[in-house]
Each structure stands twice: as structure tokens, then as C-alpha cells.
């Protein structure tokens, strides 16, 4: 096997399956109750991302903190600082459509990465909300997307 840097290790199978059980009762619990169980963690705000599976062609949901930025919404890629995308964050370059629930609505939304000055606006506010994202930072080496996504249903160009 390759030489590979130790920064940004993937998690383990015992950990990943634990996330994946985790994600699933957060998803189950955010809709049950229309986010009034799940809707914050770590004290940011929290909404459910359904993404088209790139490979799968499967719908994906997964729970993830938010920032709202006037109509758009801001998510960080971070996956925990490990050096790998996640996979939401693939599926999204491969088909940026996608549909959000904040509470119990539900919302399309188109995604793009947030170009270097978005992400340097952002990133202040985004560590503010939730100071594990510098940590998260430091542990990989890869540099972890902003993504901003905007409700489809306006026709305002991607950047202004």
C-alpha cells in the first residue's frame, strides 16, 4: 500500500457503523417530531440534507449543522476532519439538486461550493457557531469545502 499521512485518518468500521446507526435514529427523530428533537446540535441549528446517490442513484439524508446566510443555507464538509469528502458532499458535485428539511419544511435547494472570499466570509461565522470546524481543520490536511445552497426555485445566478 501507498505511503499515506496519518492526518485525517478514516474512521474505523466499528466507528462508521456507529455513525451510520447514529445519522439514522437523528434522522428518524428529527422528522418524527418536525425537528424539536434534533433540530440543534452543539448549539447550531441543525437540518436534513437528501442527497441522490452518485453511484446508487438512491436517496441519502443526513443530519448536519447549518448557517443561515440570508435565503441560502451554509454547511461545512468537514467529515470530522478526516481526509476523505464525505459522501453527501460527493453525491452533491455529481448532481447539486437536492431537497432540505429545517423543522418540518421541506425545501429544493441547489448546492455549490463556496468560492475562497465566500469561504473566508463564512468561515468566522460558521467556527463561531460550532468551534470544532477549526479543529477539524488542523487534523487534515485536505482543505474542507464551504457549501452554499440556495432555494431552486430562484433564478438568481450562482455567485451573486
Known sequence: MATQSRRGRAYGRPV???????????TSLYRATGGRLGGRLAGGPVLLLTTKGRKSGRERTVPLLYLPDGEDLVLVASNGGTAAHPMWLLNLRAQPAATVEVGEKSLRVRAREASPGEKERLWPRLVEMYGGYESY???????????ILHPANDERPSGA
Do not use: F, M
Not at 16 to 26: C, E, I
Open 137 to 147: 481543520q488542523q487534523k487534515t490536511d485536505r482543505p474542507i469545502p464551504v457549501v
Open 16 to 26: 462508521a457503523r456507529a455513525q451510520r446507526a447514529a445519522t439514522s435514529l437523528h
